[in-house]
């Protein structure tokens, strides 16, 4: 056994060195021995050692990984015929249907991209030609995609381009981190910048064409916004004449519970709204959502057409999402669960004194931790983050600082597997960073 593991390791490091000689040595890999999965099935993920991991952090299985219908729908749509969208297809035109039925009656038009980067490029394309101005707004550290727009306006990773003459970035509050103040002033002093970075883009003469958020805004690591902020924001940006763009990529397709999409949850009433990871199951597909009269102003226009988007194959992954999503109730369900695991993290908050903050909603949780004079502590959230890899169960970090535990896991996950994370993860805290004694429960 100890000679075979041996050589299973020997193969992934030989396997580590053909992709740095390849793909690139600069191509990201999670944990400190990267992690090598060969099979899939619901939320477990084995890797080439046999060892079998939870995963409590992936959302492009959102239905599972390995998902029997959706493997089923592509592999006979596959087998059967795929085109682009030149042609007539009732299996496409019976997706859009039903996609769009998961929204506001407003919002009753769809573009088929092939990605995430790819409907946030195509959304501030749309709202630039809508509003007639080039400037944006994006949020402190936040992501949005690869593409030489998105990187010109990325604050939550390293890019070596300028940042865009016509970007304008502006901070989200978070009421965990008020310093005192209390929630009306948050919100005031929050709204006052965004009106700032607005009159900046219109001195400078590019006024706003859009706004770009994630409703739950995860990669800034989930803060608990004011309430009436995303409102007050949407009525900033339209008093303006811009665009409201809500990045689902991360928050839709029922992860924030109760509704469907994050902007449902959240009370953001947006003009467009983007799509990617989870709609095909990790299948390649996403999407923007608008209105009707957006879509005229810009396809009257703008021809757009997207070889890979939105194919019969494409079309019948996300069918069958959708339909697995349905049927089994994962919306209300990730509301449930959610609240479930919302109590669990906040005993754990009011025990631990390196937990400043439990945060999210649905099936999309942060944990907030910090070092004994309350500073962020990215350090001991990459220690449980790799803990708990060693323990089988995935999960990630967010934030600013890197230092906010991120659970997001497929929304087949059970209650008993979701206790299973809480009950690993409070383990794992308590023995990285003891409790004085005689504090706690
Ligand atoms: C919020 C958000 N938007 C957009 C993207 C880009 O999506 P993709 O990698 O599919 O291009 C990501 C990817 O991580 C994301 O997290």
Redesign the pocket.
């Known amino acids: 056994m100890a000679a075979q593991c041996a050589e299973l390791a020997a193969r992934d490091a030989e396997l580590l060195e053909r992709r740095g000689t390849t793909i690139g040595p600069y191509s990201p890999l999670f944990y400190r021995t990267p992690r090598h999965f060969v099979h899939g099935e619901g939320v477990w993920l084995t890797d080439a050692f046999g060892r079998t991991y939870l995963d409590a952090y992936n959302n492009v299985p959102q239905v599972g990984h390995a998902n029997p219908r959706v493997a089923a729908a592509v592999a006979e749509q596959i087998a059967t015929h795929n085109v682009h969208t030149r042609y007539l297809h009732e299996g496409v035109v019976n997706y859009a249907e039903e996609l769009l039925a998961t929204f506001s009656p407003e919002l009753d038009r769809v573009y088929f991209t092939?990605?995430?980067?790819?409907?946030?490029d195509l959304a501030l394309r749309i709202a630039r030609h809508v509003s007639g101005n080039s400037g944006i707004l994006t949020t402190d550290f936040?992501?949005?995609?690869?593409t030489l727009t998105?990187a010109a306006m990325t604050t939550g990773l390293d890019v070596s381009e300028p940042f865009g003459e016509h970007v304008r970035r502006f901070t989200i509050p978070d009421l965990d981190h008020a310093g005192g103040r209390g929630e009306p002033e948050v919100l005031a002093e929050a709204l006052a910048q965004v009106a700032e970075a607005i009159a900046s883009l219109q001195e400078a003469g590019h006024g706003l064409s859009a706004v770009l958020v994630?409703p739950s805004f995860?990669?800034e690591g989930l803060p608990r916004l004011p309430q009436g902020y995303l409102e007050g924001l949407a009525a900033l940006v339209h008093d303006a004449g811009g665009l409201v763009i809500a990045?689902?990529?991360?928050?839709g397709l029922g992860r924030l519970g109760w509704a469907w999409w994050g902007h449902q949850v959240t009370g953001l009433v947006p003009d467009l709204v983007?799509m990617?990871?989870p709609l095909g199951n990790g299948f390649?597909l996403?999407g923007v959502v608008t209105s009707q009269a957006v879509m005229d102003s810009f396809s009257s226009t703008n021809m757009y057409f997207n070889t890979f988007a939105g194919t019969p194959v494409a079309s019948a992954a996300g069918r069958a999402v959708l339909a697995e999503v349905h049927e089994r109730g994962l919306v209300q369900r990730a509301a449930d669960l959610g609240e479930r695991v919302r109590a669990r993290l906040a005993e754990i908050e009011a025990e631990h004194p390196l937990v400043a903050s439990a945060k999210g909603r649905g099936l999309f949780f942060g944990l907030e931790l910090v070092d004994a004079d309350g500073a962020p502590n990215p350090e001991l959230a990459k220690a449980i983050v790799e803990r708990l890899a060693n323990e089988g169960i995935l999960i990630s970090r967010i934030g600013p600082h890197d230092s906010v535990l991120k659970i997001r896991p497929p929304l087949v996950i059970t209650a008993e597997q979701l206790d299973v994370v809480v009950d690993t993860l409070s383990r794992a805290l308590h023995e990285a960073a003891p409790l004085p004694v005689g504090a706690g429960a």
């Open positions: 092939n990605s995430g980067s790819e409907s946030n936040s992501y949005h995609g690869n998105l994630d995860s990669t990045d689902e990529v991360q928050s983007t990617g990871k390649p996403g």
